[in-house]
């Protein structure tokens, strides 16, 4: 195995304090130092990669702890000389976006946004089955129109910001927004209705623990193998 698994890597990292008494067998400064030295090479040269990278640490090292996300938004946006900024939202969070389009006007930012219902499509229009639409699986009421990515970024694309922000769109969408975006993109809400979208709450919590043992439970009684669902085609 040479792909790189940094999530198995014990205690303190070589690769952040420069020493370790044990370092993986794959750890990719090991085994791809030329991949390292091409990264090192891109921070030199590619202009856009050097200036987001500087500013990024520098947000990171004056607001660290003490500042919100949104603070840190902000800042960035203010370091890479953006004026114009979008918001790509989920019409769940109206009431939020409103806030964060007064507060970014304070700081004064000009501000477009674009509800992910924005067209009005039907979810059958673009191929998601009947039974996927009005009610959810868990007894919610859904709706039958599509959420619409793409003429989210078509439209903030059209506006022409300078940068967009991602305000709770729903995992797929938001890689879809991303993927059509011509200006970079950041999330300020990860959506997960589940934890007040806040998708690490569950890692260490009971209800995670039960959450997810009565999943793998269900699929080992199915002899399911991931990522093969057999629920979602
Ligand atoms: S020391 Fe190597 S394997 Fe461990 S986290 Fe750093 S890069 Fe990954």
């Not at 039958?144 to 300078?162: F, G, M, Y």
């Amino acid at each position: 195995m040479t792909d790189p698994t940094c999530h198995e890597c014990n205690g303190i990292n070589y690769c952040c304090v420069g020493r370790a008494s044990k370092i993986l067998d794959n750890c990719p400064m090991k085994v791809s130092p030329e991949i390292e030295k091409q990264a090192k090479e891109i921070y030199k040269t590619d202009e856009f990669v050097k200036k987001c990278t500087r500013i990024a640490s520098i947000v990171e090292a004056k607001g660290y702890i003490h500042w919100p996300r949104l603070k840190d938004t902000v800042e960035y946006a203010k370091g890479m000389g953006y004026t114009k900024l979008g918001l790509a939202f989920c019409v769940g969070m109206l009431n939020e976006v409103r806030k964060i389009a007064e507060i970014l006007e304070k700081y004064g930012f000009e501000i477009t946004s674009v509800c992910c219902k924005t067209g009005g499509l039907k979810k059958t229009d673009v191929g998601v089955p009947e039974e996927y639409t009005m009610i959810s699986k868990t007894g919610y009421t859904i709706g039958w129109i599509t959420c619409n990515p793409v003429a989210q970024a078509l439209l903030l694309n059209n506006a022409k910001t300078d940068m967009n922000i991602i305000v709770g769109l729903c995992v797929g969408h938001d890689i879809t927004f991303t993927q059509l975006s011509k200006a970079p993109v950041t999330t300020l809400v990860a959506k997960d209705r589940s934890a007040p979208h806040n998708p690490t709450a569950i890692l260490f919590s009971h209800y995670g623990k039960e959450f997810f043992s009565k999943e793998f439970k269900e699929m080992k009684k199915k002899k399911m193998t991931v990522p093969n669902t057999p629920d979602i085609k």
